[in-house]
């Protein structure tokens, strides 16, 4: 029982930390048809700028408490601000050419971690946290490490807040709408290109979150984990259908419990191995999968 | 570029006849692969230094292995373009097709000890048929959902080798080709040369192959396909059959370059199952061109130099005397091509290969001589 309730427990936060990647990656296929490489770039920037501020470089900001919390902060924010750089000075030039684009952020997702690996090398780091979330608690006789509870708690946050915009702001009305038909909405004089930068800075806020929390669930960061992810990431998104917060939320809490517990029962690999597959399946199943719909 | 050398070609064919100063201009033109060929092929006879370039002597075996490496990075590359420039798939699963080739090959050598030629041939067999039959599958489903039905059967198989089951992969390490099976010509430092001429003879096959398929009449129904799917569809062609072709075709070009890369480094590694290496493909084929004849070989031969050689360029004073600021970009070889890479994407739209014909309209603008206000009268007008 304790075996199943740690598994479940750990699975819910890795599927966290894949919907903190997807949801963002799926808005931004949803609305403008990029499938954006370059997001695994932005949670590792995330993860960096946190793993920076927390080791005491960032004036206020530590390992600890409050410290911790605006390294964190600071992290999203540096991940947040790579997102709308990227989104202007190397997705929008090529505005016209939808291939291209996907290339760009392939080009992106190649040279980032090269430079972060170029400035604190290519080596895992550890990722200081705070006491309080490095430990573990009782729960139906299963000692699970609180920062499972961490992930889930901000995915879920992430979650409502995501549903709170698209349904309730203006903003939000013209993403999802953006995500419907880009084309009318252009049509109907509205800018679309704005809620481009925007699709963009939110999925990198997310995406930088992820990272910043992700040091916490694997207690180290190195160059090539927002990578790493970025393909269970693509899964999630297929699974959820394109564009779809909801979809991407449901999708990930699947795909990392599928994952855990086919690693665990079965052979080691096999379920990221499960995984893939599943990916491959569902597209040749549901091709119409892809389509966008937000819910 | 097929296009432009086409109309090279002609005009070369047309003033052959006639004696003129251009002439040596027009042969060059016609014969500069023929002539490249030839110096490509004595080079391990020199020794010419090139400093900067290559490490030693051209003809050294440290020299003729980074050639080999770059000729068979450009000879994937150009098969690569198959699928991406010339018909218009963008698959992320090459990489598993390349590796099938190297690891069937050195399990059919390891495991069942058969000799060298047969197990070529049926680690061939394998890469093709593997082409064939997530092919057939992945060909179900167009658009980005192929690029991400390959890119998951690429990672299922790197999840796989990278596994090790049974010890058949070696795992993370990889596992090394039983040199006694090998021909004895074709292992060992003093023997590089051949090696070399063998990754030259692949280059070749694979721009002759891909030259002959894109003429062939399924090569223009692939432009069509490319161009506009539904209205190949219309003219009542099946596009998928003649996708497979291209795919399946691909497919066992890149098992034979597993099969020059396994002879080249004596093993087969996990790196290249990875969907960074698909990636690197495509960074290749789109550098140096996509849909050209040249252009996908040339960014595959600059890609594979340049890995090599910046990482060595960054550990020389040169670079290491440099500030910080200056020295961490540069001393990141895949920093400096995803740069260069974006760069190309967004400046040179059609790769390096368009560079010439792009200098030489810059050239010729000048030469027009127009006044300012000539052009500003002529803006105004609306005139082009």
Request: charged share 10%; no cysteine; net charge negative.
């Given at each position: 029982m304790s075996t199943v309730v740690l598994l479940t427990m750990t699975g819910l936060g890795l599927g966290a930390l894949y919907f903190l990647i997807a949801s963002g990656l799926s808005l931004i296929f949803g609305l403008m048809d990029v499938l954006n490489f370059a997001h695994g770039a932005l949670l590792s920037i995330g993860a960096y700028g946190t793993w920076w501020a927390a080791?005491?470089?960032?004036?206020?900001?530590?390992?600890?408490?409050a410290g911790f919390l605006l390294a964190v902060l600071f992290g999203t924010a540096v991940g947040t601000a790579a997102a709308v750089l990227l989104e202007l000075t190397v997705v929008r030039p090529l505005y016209t050419r939808p291939r291209e684009q996907v290339l760009a952020t392939v080009g992106v997702g190649l040279a980032v971690p090269a430079l972060l690996s170029g400035i604190w090398g290519s080596d895992a780091r550890t990722f200081p946290g705070p006491k309080a979330l490095s430990g573990t608690f009782g729960l139906l006789g299963a000692q699970v490490p609180v920062n499972r509870l961490v992930l889930v708690a901000a995915a879920v946050v992430v979650l409502v807040a995501l549903r709170l915009f698209l349904g309730r702001t203006r903003h939000g009305l013209v993403v999802r709408a953006g995500v419907e038909d880009r084309a009318m909405v252009t049509a109907l004089g509205i800018d679309v290109r704005k809620a481009f930068t925007l699709v963009f800075a939110i999925g990198g806020c997310a995406a930088a979150l992820g990272g910043a929390l992700g040091g916490l669930y694997f207690g180290s960061v190195d160059p090539r984990q927002g990578t790493s992810l970025l393909i269970f990431a693509f899964v999630v998104v297929v699974t959820g259908g394109m564009g779809s917060v909801t979809g991407a939320a449901v999708a990930s809490a699947v795909i990392g419990l599928v994952q855990q517990f086919a690693n665990y029962y079965t052979a080691a690999g096999l379920g990221d191995l499960a995984v893939v597959v599943l990916l491959a399946a569902l597209l040749l199943l549901r091709?119409?999968?892809l389509t966008g719909r937000l819910a | 570029m097929s296009t432009v050398t086409e109309t090279h070609d002609r005009t070369g064919e047309k003033h052959t006849v006639a004696p003129g100063p251009g002439n040596t201009a027009r042969l060059l033109r016609r014969w500069w692969p023929a002539a490249a060929l030839l110096i490509l092929a004595v080079a391990p006879y020199s020794a010419l230094p090139l400093p900067g370039l290559l490490?030693?002597?051209?003809?050294s075996p440290g020299s003729l292995q980074l050639l080999a490496t770059c000729l068979l990075f450009g000879a994937l590359a150009t098969g690569y373009d198959l699928l991406?420039?010339?018909?218009?798939l963008l698959s992320f699963g090459h990489a598993l097709y390349f590796a099938a080739g190297s690891y069937a090959t050195n399990m059919f050598l390891l495991e069942?000890?058969?000799?060298f030629a047969v197990s070529a041939l049926l680690g061939l067999c394998f890469g093709t048929a593997l082409a064939l039959v997530l092919g057939s599958v992945s060909l179900r489903v167009t658009g980005i959902g192929f690029s991400m039905v390959t890119l998951a059967f690429a990672q299922a198989g790197s999840i796989l080798v990278s596994r090790n089951p049974g010890g058949l992969?070696?795992?993370?390490e990889g596992r090394a080709a039983p040199a006694d099976l090998l021909p004895s010509g074709l292992?060992?430092?003093?023997h590089t040369a051949n090696l070399y001429w063998v990754a030259l003879a692949y280059l070749v096959l694979t721009l002759a192959v891909v030259h002959w398929a894109v003429r062939s009449p399924t090569g223009r129904v692939w432009e069509g396909i490319k161009e506009n799917e539904r209205r190949v569809e219309v003219l009542g062609l099946k596009p998928y059959g003649f996708k497979l072709t291209a795919f399946v075709l691909a497919g066992a070009l890149a098992a034979l370059g597993g099969l020059v890369h396994l002879l080249l480094t004596g093993g087969s590694t996990p790196?290249?199952?990875?969907s960074d290496f698909t990636l690197s493909l495509l960074v290749m084929v789109v550098l140096g061109?996509?849909?050209?004849?040249?252009g996908p070989m040339v960014g595959g031969i600059l890609y594979t130099w340049a890995d090599h050689r910046l990482g060595d360029l960054a550990g020389s004073g040169a670079v290491a005397d440099l500030p910080a600021v200056l020295r961490v970009p540069l001393s990141q070889p895949l920093f400096l091509l995803g740069v260069l890479f974006v760069a190309v994407v967004h400046l040179?739209?059609?790769?390096?290969?368009r560079l010439p014909s792009r200098l030489a309209a810059v050239r010729r603008r000048?030469?027009?001589?127009?006044t300012l206000p000539a052009r500003k009268a002529r803006k105004e007008n609306g005139r082009p």
């Open positions: 080791s005491g470089n960032l004036p206020g900001a530590g390992p600890g408490g091709p119409r999968g | 490490d030693g002597p051209l003809g991406l420039g010339r018909t218009g069942a000890g058969l000799p992969t070696g795992g993370e292992v060992g430092i003093e790196q290249t199952t990875t061109g996509s849909g050209t004849r040249w040179l739209p059609g790769g390096l290969a000048p030469a027009t001589t127009e």
